[in-house]
């Protein structure tokens, strides 16, 4: 992980490492200079010590060698009675612990001689065995030089010759030695801790004279002194050596060597000790870069863990860090910005929530809330309010003065908010708004909000009414789903403007936008092609001959999986998604089709088609009607063009022009389903139409209802009066037929003529029909 | 007159020197029935030698009068001097201290060895010389003097002078052996000897050997800045 405290401890690490490494390698080197450096040290050392050792001895034998002989007892006594010289010699001896004391008379012999011996430690004096014999170096006697190296027997002795003299006669010599035996070397091994061996060369040939005590290697001793002296000494031993040479005749040799691994033993501990300390150091250091890392990372860490806090929409929690130094400012500054992200997120979550003209919560903060009341499966209402004629406001006032009629309706639909018990109120946009109430007494809550709004609004001496539709659904009883609830007031709300009422509760037949009529739209796209469409047609019986003369065609499909869907759920769908124009097309020139087919069988039948009101709109549609016509050669009198009373209602003037120019062709303009639009009588005068066709809603209980026959047996007079015929659809029974043949209605469609029926079943009925019809006439002739 | 009488003199004191010198190359006082033995001591160079010591020693019995020429072994300057003295056996020999400071003069190994302390300016004569023999001195104070006096058994003896002769009037005719002597003569026993079977005038040379040695000279070999102040 390449954190940020991991790096600084790396960083720590390699520093360390490196500092560690070169004063480790710089003191290993020094080590090892420092070993060589004390081991020569310590050998230059012996070796000066020795010189000057023995050097000592010797200038101290030499100066008590000539203050003896300077000594008038000695002179006195010099060549008297050997008793006396020799008590004389040991007297001065004694004075310096010599070993060996002698004087040599004029004559060149040794006219005493003592020498000092050792038996058990025991210090023993006895006269030397050269007494009376001649000094073997005479020449010695004459040289200047006094220090001399002298053996007796087995014993080597560091010698000074000092003449006795009287005045200028030299009365003999005296001469004192200090040998060189294990004590010397014990001596010096004491001083330098360096073992010392003594070899002598006599004659050419070297000789052991002495070891010192502690020196464990005896046997070869000589040899490896010898090696020491040439410089040869076996590795493992430190060594040097001092050569005194005695006018080439003798030599003393004197080897001082230690084994290294003892010598070194000592460096070799500091080392140890040092690596150890190094160690330490190393750990220390590395623990306490850990925690420096630790430290700089820490406070970083908390922000990141801040930070992603943050990130989560956490912005309660503050981030505290106990420093002053950049990083506490980035800590302080990083609370500043989450309080200012959060009252930023704040503003924008309110925003989001929020219209911004009236600050009402909008269509986000109502998909919240009904998700939270599906979930608590809570009851309760939608009403779904639409303020009437803002853009009459809009457009006159202003749109300022719009906006100010909104806020007022927010207001006021607020204040409702506030004193019942409405749970939320939502300003959707523009002139709509939705209120939820988990009261579910409808006319009560419209009461309440008539109440509120009945008042008009002042505005700048202008007096408006706040007049809102209202949607209404329920939940659960129109739907679980909240969201379809607030589709359902949607669609209720809706229906009133088809209807002009103010409130409209919501019920299934409203909907004609449901999830089936949507599949719907797609799959008409294919019906055409895939000739899933075919015409039905239904009889109108002429109330005056009895005889069928008009057949209406009506479109039925024929859908693959859902079986035959009724015109009613379909052709709004084609209105709406511009299909109708295709599907209008085909309907007339099959219906043409039909109509050829039939006048070949001897059927002459008037067709009525049915034509909607966008079909009204396009440009080429009288053209196409036309063409149509003469395409298939039928005569447009035998054609009858049934318009809703609604088609005509939305654009009057257009569809008058149009219908007139239909007329003029020869067609016969027929008002569908009159009575359902409030179409005024004003327009009926200025439709050129040949017919109306009252709506079956007032035929279908004519037995029952007085009212109907009121409005029926009036309208029948009213077209009547106006040159108008008169078809009656919906006749289910045999008292509606013969009162609207009393009444003087032209033509009859319904149940109780015949069904709706595909030409190939409807073609033998006609034909039967026709048949009886010439039968009846033939009777009647004859008759 | 008066230069006359100046060159008169100057004549004079030459003649006066001429017959001195002259009488120091021949045997003093002419004794009769006397031999004159005169003898001439020569460096290896041919040099005459000063202060060689010269004796005659009798070989024949001859009885020879005492010597009565005083012997004096003075100390002047913190040194022998003179550095060379030669006395007859039994003699009386003067230790004379000249000197401003305590001398104590020894000499030891040999048969004559002696020792005493002489005081500023004192004479000692109390030590007596039994035997003939080199008696080498020093003093137990002042380490660098160095004498000799040399005893011999005949009253003949003398020093060379600066010709590097010396001369004997013998009274006794017969055989004497010559001795010439310096302690720094290099040959054994540091003297050469001539017997000789004296009955006339003799004049005998002798020519050293080798070179002789230098006399040491008695002198402290360090610088005491105190003894000028002693």
């Known amino acids: ?783 | 007159m008066n230069s006359k009488l100046i060159i008169h003199y100057i004549l004079l004191l030459i003649l006066v020197l001429f017959s001195q010198i002259s009488n120091a190359t021949s045997c003093d006082n002419k004794v009769e029935n006397n031999t004159c033995v005169e003898i001439l001591v020569k460096s290896n160079t041919g040099q005459n030698l000063i202060d060689m010591v010269v004796y005659l020693e009798p070989l024949d019995g001859q009885v020879l009068e005492k010597s009565h020429k005083e012997v004096v072994v003075g100390q002047f300057g913190k040194s022998f001097s003179p550095y060379l003295s030669v006395s007859q056996i039994n003699s009386a020999v003067n230790f004379i201290n000249r000197d401003d400071i305590t001398h104590h003069i020894y000499s030891a190994g040999n048969e004559n060895k002696f020792s005493f302390k002489i005081r500023a300016g004192k004479t000692n004569s109390s030590t007596k010389f039994e035997h003939a023999s080199e008696v080498a001195m020093g003093c137990n104070i002042h380490d660098w003097m160095s004498g000799y006096l040399l005893v011999v058994n005949t009253p003949y003896f003398d020093k060379t002078d600066e010709h590097g002769r010396a001369s004997f009037n013998i009274a006794k005719q017969g055989k004497y052996k010559v001795v010439v002597w310096h302690p720094q003569m290099q040959v054994n026993t540091n003297r050469m000897t001539i017997e000789k079977d004296i009955f006339e005038h003799e004049s005998l040379t002798f020519i050293l050997k080798d070179e002789i040695k230098t006399i040491p000279i008695q002198e402290s070999d360090d610088d005491f800045d105190f003894l000028s102040d002693y």
């Open chain 1, 1 to 783: 992980m390449k954190s940020l405290q991991n790096k600084i401890f790396l960083f720590f690490v390699l520093l360390l490492l490196m500092v560690q490494s070169i004063a480790f390698w710089t003191l290993y080197n020094g080590k090892q200079n420092q070993e060589a450096a004390e081991i020569n040290n310590r050998l230059t050392t012996a070796k000066t010590i020795f010189t000057e050792l023995f050097d000592r001895r010797l200038a101290y034998l030499s100066a008590f060698a000539e203050t003896a002989a300077k000594d008038y007892g000695l002179k006195e006594v010099f060549n008297e009675d050997t008793r006396s010289l020799l008590f004389a010699l040991n007297n001065h001896r004694k004075r310096i612990d010599a070993d060996l004391v002698m004087t040599v008379s004029a004559e060149g012999i040794v006219n005493g001689q003592l020498q000092r011996y050792f038996i058990n430690d025991a210090e023993k004096i006895r006269q030397g065995v050269e007494h009376g014999s001649k000094f073997r170096f005479i020449d010695w006697l004459s040289a200047g030089k006094s220090a001399h190296l002298y053996m007796i027997d087995d014993a080597l002795y560091q010698l000074s010759i000092s003449p006795v003299t009287v005045g200028t006669k030299t009365l003999g010599w005296i001469a004192f030695g200090f040998q060189i035996d294990q004590r010397l070397a014990d001596e010096f091994t004491s001083i330098t801790g360096l073992d010392t061996d003594f070899i002598l060369r006599i004659d050419g040939i070297w000789r052991l004279i002495s070891i010192s005590q502690q020196d464990a290697n005896h046997a070869d001793a000589l040899s490896l002194a010898l090696q020491i002296i040439e410089n040869n000494a076996p590795d493992q031993y430190i060594a040097t050596h001092s050569l005194i040479t005695e006018l080439d005749e003798q030599e003393l040799g004197v080897a001082m060597h230690g084994l290294k691994a003892n010598f070194v033993a000592l460096l070799q501990e500091q080392w140890w000790r040092f690596l150890i300390l190094a160690i330490l150091t190393l750990v220390v250091s590395l623990t306490s870069a850990y925690f420096i890392a630790a430290s700089i990372s820490k406070p970083i860490k908390r922000l990141v863990t801040q930070a992603k806090v943050i990130a989560s929409g956490d912005y309660q929690q503050k981030v505290t860090l106990n420093d002053n130094n950049e990083i506490g400012q980035l800590a302080d500054e990083f609370n500043n910005m989450q309080s200012a992200v959060l009252q930023r997120e704040e503003a924008i979550m309110h925003l989001a929530d929020h219209d911004p003209l009236t600050d009402l919560p909008n269509r986000n903060m109502l998909n919240k809330v009904l998700k939270k009341i599906t979930a608590q499966q809570q009851l309760f209402m939608v009403l779904h309010l639409n303020l009437s004629r803002l853009k009459d406001v809009n457009d006159t006032l202003g749109h300022d003065v719009g906006d100010e009629v909104i806020k007022e309706l927010a207001n006021r639909l607020q204040r409702l908010c506030k004193a019942k018990n409405f749970s939320l109120l939502v300003h959707l946009g523009a002139d709509e708004f939705i209120l939820l109430a988990e009261h579910l007494d409808i006319d009560e809550t419209i009461a309440q909000l008539q109440v509120e709004l009945e008042s008009t609004f002042d505005y700048q001496g202008i007096s408006l009414q706040l007049q809102v539709r209202i949607g209404v659904a329920l939940c659960p009883e129109h739907s679980a789903d909240a969201k379809l609830v607030l589709q359902m007031a949607d669609t209720a709300l809706h229906h009133t403007r088809g209807t002009g009422k103010l409130v409209q509760i919501y019920h299934p037949d409203l909907d004609v936008n449901t999830v089936e009529r949507l599949s719907l739209i797609n799959d008409l796209k294919q019906a055409i092609p895939a000739g899933e469409l075919e015409l039905h047609f239904q009889p109108k019986l002429s109330l005056k001959t009895n005889v069928i003369t008009h057949v209406e065609a009506l479109v039925r499909w024929q859908h693959p999986s859902l079986g035959m869907i009724s015109p009613d759920d379909f052709i709004h769908i084609a209105e709406q998604t511009g299909q109708i124009k295709a599907l209008t097309r085909w309907v007339f020139i099959t219906a043409l089709a039909q109509f050829n087919a039939w006048r070949a069988l001897g059927l002459n039948l008037n067709i009525a088609i049915n034509i909607a009101a966008k079909n009204l709109k396009e440009t080429d549609f009288h053209q196409f009607i036309c063409q149509s016509l003469m395409n298939a050669n039928v005569p447009a009198e035998k054609v009858t063009l049934e318009v809703t009373e609604s088609s005509v209602v939305e654009d009057p003037e257009a569809a008058i022009k149009l219908l007139s120019e239909f007329k003029n062709h020869g067609m016969k303009i027929s008002i569908d389903d009159y009575g359902t639009g409030y179409s005024s009588l004003a327009q009926l005068k200025q439709l050129p139409v040949h017919e109306l066709k009252i709506d079956k809603s007032f035929i279908q209980r004519l037995e029952h209802d007085d009212d109907d026959q009121i409005i029926v047996r009036s309208t029948i007079e009213l077209a009547h009066n106006m040159g108008l015929h008169v078809v009656a659809e919906g006749i289910e029974d045999e008292f509606s037929l013969n009162w609207l043949t009393e009444h003087g209605c032209e033509l009859a469609q319904g149940y109780y003529i015949s069904k709706p029926k595909p030409a190939t079943e409807l073609t033998p009925w006609l034909l039967e029909r026709l048949n009886s019809e010439v039968k009846g006439k033939e009777e009647k002739v004859n008759t």
